[in-house]
């Protein structure tokens, strides 16, 4: 699938109808998660035939990319049940299989090493300190091949450190940067949209006994 | 929720050392076609926990996979399609996941399960 195919489909999706700011939800772009994905698999091979997972997965966008890019088993968290439903119906929209399981991350126990790619455009951390590193932290636990994630350019440093420090990465790496738009959704954004620089990482775990 | 699912889902309440497999309970199965992939299964037969499939199967109502199956079941295409069937399409769409250690039940609806704990079990 070209990367104009993925955009365009990701862009029909539905998104959050009433997001919910305490859970930061920000809807992922199509732009962004086409090219999230679309580098996942052209540049590493880590999306087709494997088994992904969408941590925080909103309305499922990331993984639904994941999806139409061949991966064989996508599973969607998300704590807010609401979205996880708007997801559902995205995934029908698309005639995609894709598995969804409510639960919060930070106290997520998985049996096993079956997931290969974490995919996640995590909360920032802005409303509550640290939520992305709670995330990653257990995205490397459970990703045995690669965890690929957005964070704020911002706070590159403090995200290579952590992730190689505390987290159980063995490599961190910035593939590029990108523009996020955040459209005016919240009753604190004064301006009508503004987009911020973030950073698509990948990070690889260490090795798993 | 497949079978695959269930096979990486553990009970997280605090306290509980052994929280896999979650116990299945039935309301309503749906099976749903996925395109026959050998090598996928192939690769997948080594990383999940084959017993706890099983029993999960039998529970849906599927009694077709063999008790016992080691690497060399997967030369045997009519082994792979029973594994297919049971790890892909089998869909608990209604019903629970009880923790072995505690009984705590997490309910599936829309073929979404709720791992979600309360306060006190965190």
Redo the contacts between chains.
Sequence with gaps: MKLKQLEGLLGSLEQFSNPKIELEQYPTGSHIASRMLYTAENSFGDVK?K?VADFGCGCGTLGLAAALLGA??V?GLD?D?QS?EIA?ENADELEL?M??????IK?????????DTVVMNPPFGTRRKGADMDFLSVALKVASEAVYSLHKTTTRDHVRRAALRDCNASSAEVLCELRYDVPQLYKFHKKKEVDIAVDLWRFVPKKKQ | MRLLTHNMLSSNIKGVTNGFPLRIEVEKVVEKQVDFNPNFLKNMFSKIDYKALLEASRIMGYAELPDHADPSSLESDDFLRRFHHALLQLHLEEGSLVCPETGRKFPVNKGIPNMLLHEDEV
Excluded: P, R, S
Excluded at chain 1, 99 to 104: A, I, L, N, S, Y
């Design positions: 035939n088994v064989d088993h599973i704590i049940a996880l559902c299989d598995e969804f399981v409510q639960c919060d106290n997520l126990t998985w049996k096993g090493q079956i997931i």
